[in-house]
Structure formats: structure tokens, C-alpha cells
């Protein structure tokens, strides 16, 4: 049992380029969501889904797409990378949307130059 | 944006000695979780507290809510160098018209040897 498996763990990037962090969890759980980590910011929420098929932003999703084609990836896009998205991303799942705990991968460092 | 704001920010205790860190939120929640991060890693879900709770132990944790207040804490007791984290807490929140989870800036522990 895997539980929430984020690749790359490190990436640098230029300005304008695009790319796409993965997220996968083994525990057929039915939500997902995509947090990043900044100092002194705590943890915000950029996008989630709480099934296949359907989507919806956080706090903070502009700059990132994401889908959710399947019960078990998740994937957050970058579509022109800025020096503001540089960051620790993390991905996270849970049973439903409220009332269970979370299970977090371990984060993709991500800076953009 | 913060719903839960965690106090103290940072806490140096001595091992074997208790750790309390507190948490304080604003509106009504349907329930609290308390989550640890290691230097580097994911959080990692400790324990979930639901609005109908006063008190609730796992192993070394004791985590008591007082929603007249709108606070918990957390306890950790006879503390060890690998309890050395930083420790968050979360609480539901709307967002958007949808319940998310919503997380303080931490409070970060470390334990001496």
C-alpha cells in the first residue's frame, strides 16, 4: 500500500514554461486535492475533486488546471510558470470530502527562475 | 484566509518533558484535525476531533476542543527527540459554496536531548 505517490519530488523551471506534478493514491479514495506550502502562508488550497469526473478550485487556483480522468491520479498542470508558483506542492486524499483525516504525499519542491 | 491559527509559533522543550500547543479558530466547525510534518516530508493526519467531542486520546496525544471558545490543543506527553515537528491544525471551512479543509500556520516543536 503506497498511499500518495507525488513525482518529481524536486523541479526547477523557467519563466513560461509549463509542466505537470503527478499524484496517485492506491486507497480508492474519492477525494483529492492539491495544497501548497509556502513560509509564513501555512498550507493553501489550489484545486480539488471529489470524484472522477469533477473538479473545483481553492483558494488559490489561478495559473494551475487540474483533472481527474480516474479514481486514483490527479494531476496539477502549470500552464506558464512564474516565480510566484515557486513553492512546495502537496497532494492529498481522503476517504470523502469532510469528516476523515488526509493522507498526504511528500511534496514537490518546485522553484521557477 | 487562515481559519486556524496555532500558538505558540515555535516551542523548545527538553525530552520527557510535556508539550502543549494550541489552536484557534473562528467559525463553527463540524470537527478539528491535528497533523504533524517532519523537515522536508508530508503531514501526516494525528488525530480528528468532531464538534460533539471535549476529549480525545491516541497513545501519547491528547487533544481537547472547547467550541464555546473556539479552541484546542494538543498535548503531547513524556516527549521524545523524534516528536521534534512542526505541528498543525485544520478545520473545516466554506469555501466557494463547498466545506474544505482549511489549515493554521503551524506551530513548530523541537525536543532536547
Known amino acids: 500500500n503506497a498511499g500518495v505517490t507525488q513525482t518529481p519530488k524536486f523541479q526547477v523551471l523557467k519563466t513560461g514554461q509549463s509542466m505537470t506534478l503527478q499524484c496517485a493514491q492506491d486507497?480508492?479514495?474519492?477525494?483529492m486535492s492539491w495544497y501548497r506550502q509556502d513560509p509564513g502562508m501555512g498550507l493553501r488550497l489550489i484545486h480539488y475533486s471529489v470524484g472522477a469526473g469533477i473538479t473545483d478550485q481553492g483558494e488559490v487556483p489561478n495559473g494551475y488546471n487540474v483533472s481527474r480522468s480516474t479514481t486514483e491520479d490527479f494531476p496539477l498542470r502549470l500552464l506558464s510558470a512564474a516565480p510566484s508558483q515557486t513553492s512546495v506542492y502537496f497532494c492529498?486524499?481522503?476517504?470523502?470530502?469532510?469528516?476523515?483525516?488526509?493522507?498526504f504525499g511528500s511534496g514537490t519542491r518546485l522553484t521557477v527562475v | 484566509s487562515q481559519q486556524g491559527e496555532e500558538d505558540p509559533q515555535a516551542l523548545s522543550i527538553q525530552e520527557g518533558e510535556n508539550a502543549t500547543m494550541n489552536c484557534s479558530y473562528k467559525?463553527?466547525?463540524?470537527?478539528l484535525q491535528w497533523y504533524r510534518q517532519n523537515s522536508g516530508r508530508g503531514l501526516v493526519h494525528l488525530i480528528l476531533?468532531?464538534?460533539?467531542?471535549r476529549e480525545k486520546h491516541s497513545g501519547r496525544l491528547r487533544v481537547t476542543l472547547d467550541t464555546s471558545k473556539k479552541s484546542s490543543s494538543l498535548l503531547i506527553t513524556a516527549s521524545r527527540a523524534a516528536d521534534t515537528a512542526s505541528y498543525f491544525c485544520?478545520?473545516?471551512?466554506?469555501?466557494?459554496?463547498?466545506?474544505?479543509?482549511?489549515f493554521g500556520q503551524g506551530t513548530r516543536l523541537t525536543i532536547n536531548p
Open positions: 485544520a478545520t473545516d471551512r466554506i469555501i466557494q459554496g463547498a466545506q474544505k479543509l482549511v
Open positions: 467559525t463553527s466547525i463540524n470537527n
Open positions: 486507497m480508492n479514495h474519492e477525494y
Open positions: 476531533i468532531r464538534s460533539n467531542e
Open positions: 492529498a486524499s481522503s476517504f470523502r470530502d469532510r469528516g476523515y483525516g488526509y493522507t
